[in-house]
């Protein structure tokens, strides 16, 4: 069973940055596609980033690219997403997401979902 952990969320400024990792266990994470995803209050879950197995290949929203950064490093079994120029419509829960697909429009969620981490920015 695939179990995530995300951390390093918190409440910053508008401007300031934070890191978030995503700690997996119970599967494959060596050859699994990671994804970030995040949803705001009153809003539906949105795609942020996804890196393949390799870092090969890297995919951003439109809304982060430029600001966010997503990372993995196979031998902590982590992904990362470095965040900078927070802005306050970043304001979510972050959500790790392992193996998401790609339909050819939108990036699809994997099975399995981490609890999620809060981040907060203030105006």
């Known amino acids: 069973q695939v179990q995530l952990l995300e951390s390093g969320g918190g409440l910053v400024q508008t401007g300031e940055s934070l890191r978030l990792s995503c700690a997996a266990s119970?599967?494959?994470?060596?050859?699994?596609?990671m994804a970030w995803f995040r949803q705001a209050p009153g809003k539906e879950r949105e795609f942020v980033a996804a890196i393949t197995w390799s870092g090969g290949s890297i995919h951003y929203a439109d809304s982060v690219r430029g600001r966010f950064t997503i990372s993995r490093d196979n031998a902590k079994n982590t992904v990362y997403l470095q965040m900078n120029s927070l802005k306050p419509e970043d304001t979510a829960v972050y959500y790790c997401?392992?193996?998401?697909?790609?339909?050819?429009?939108?990036?699809?969620?994997?099975?399995?979902w981490g609890q999620g981490t809060q981040v907060t920015v203030s105006s």
């Open positions: 997401n392992e193996e998401p697909t790609y339909n050819g429009s939108e990036f699809v969620p994997g099975d399995y």
């Open positions: 119970g599967g494959d994470f060596s050859t699994a596609a």
